[in-house]
């Protein structure tokens, strides 16, 4: 009780008490210092995974993390691994004098102020960890340069794209089928219509697996999965 006491007169007696007795805030807030930090440190654990789970969402997408969210991250396992340190220092036999019947006042005043101080550390993280947004999409596919020749070709496939996108976006539309000869670049389409798909954010999710001519059921709901960042635990 004298220590929550102590504690909580500390901000009425932070402009009349000198500088120097100040120090022994540490001392006697000792127990306090240490519980908030854990406090705190679970908090910026929670947020941490909240901003994890986003980022995970945005790959799914094939989004681009913004730096600023990575900085972030890592700097929350940075603060982490030292208030773990120091957690754990609070442990250790030196915090006792030699008798091993009291504390041990060096450590203990050492202790506080550093759990203090990472406290601080911690709550600017928590501060700063709030984003708009943490992925962006990535910059659209550059398409190869086309000779001469090839610019009927070419003219005909961005036709069939942009009528393929349009139909896409039509809701009463739900399967759309590209049909042509082998090597006359089905799939490379497709690959590319994907990417329009996901840079346009026309839905939520995307996937992509390919069929062979011997179709395999479970390998193609793997695939399927695998992109959606589900697993399949039960397969009939």
């Given at each position: 009780?004298?220590?929550?006491?102590?504690?909580?007169?500390?901000?009425?007696?932070?402009?009349?008490?000198?500088?120097?007795?100040?120090?022994?805030k540490y001392l006697f807030c000792y127990?306090?210092?240490?519980?908030?930090?854990?406090?705190?440190?679970?908090?910026?654990?929670?947020?941490?995974i909240g901003v994890q789970l986003l980022?995970?969402?945005?790959?799914?997408?094939?989004?681009?993390?913004?730096?600023?969210?990575?900085?972030?991250?890592?700097?929350?396992?940075?603060?982490?691994?030292?208030?773990?340190?120091?957690?754990?220092?609070?442990?250790?036999?030196?915090?006792?004098?030699?008798?091993?019947?009291?504390?041990?006042?060096?450590?203990?005043?050492?202790?506080?102020?550093?759990?203090?101080?990472?406290?601080?550390?911690?709550?600017?993280?928590?501060?700063?960890?709030?984003?708009?947004?943490?992925?962006?999409?990535?910059?659209?596919?550059?398409?190869?340069?086309?000779?001469?020749?090839?610019?009927?070709?070419?003219?005909?496939?961005?036709?069939?794209?942009?009528?393929?996108?349009?139909?896409?976006?039509?809701?009463?539309?739900?399967?759309?089928g590209i049909c042509g000869m082998p090597?006359?670049?089905?799939?490379?389409?497709?690959?590319?219509?994907?990417?329009?798909?996901?840079?346009?954010?026309?839905?939520?999710?995307?996937?992509?697996?390919?069929?062979?001519?011997?179709?395999?059921?479970?390998?193609?709901?793997?695939?399927?999965?695998?992109?959606?960042?589900?697993?399949?635990?039960?397969?009939?």
């Amino acid at each position: 009780m004298a220590e929550i006491a102590l504690c909580a007169a500390e901000k009425l007696a932070e402009y009349a008490v000198d500088p120097i007795l100040n120090q022994f805030k540490y001392l006697f807030c000792y127990t306090t210092n240490i519980q908030n930090l854990r406090d705190e440190l679970e908090n910026l654990e929670n947020k941490r995974i909240g901003v994890q789970l986003l980022v995970d969402e945005a790959t799914r997408n094939d989004q681009v993390i913004g730096p600023e969210v990575l900085a972030w991250l890592q700097k929350v396992d940075g603060i982490k691994k030292e208030a773990d340190e120091v957690l754990k220092g609070t442990t250790n036999t030196q915090m006792q004098c030699l008798s091993l019947r009291c504390p041990n006042l060096k450590s203990r005043y050492s202790m506080s102020k550093k759990a203090k101080e990472k406290t601080d550390e911690v709550l600017d993280l928590q501060g700063t960890g709030k984003f708009d947004r943490v992925g962006y999409p990535k910059p659209p596919v550059q398409m190869p340069y086309q000779t001469p020749h090839d610019v009927d070709g070419f003219e005909t496939r961005i036709s069939t794209k942009k009528e393929i996108l349009e139909a896409l976006k039509d809701e009463d539309i739900r399967i759309l089928g590209i049909c042509g000869m082998p090597g006359v670049g089905k799939t490379t389409l497709a690959n590319e219509i994907t990417t329009e798909v996901k840079f346009e954010n026309l839905f939520d999710d995307v996937a992509m697996a390919v069929v062979s001519k011997d179709q395999d059921v479970i390998k193609i709901q793997d695939q399927l999965a695998e992109m959606l960042g589900l697993k399949i635990e039960e397969k009939t």
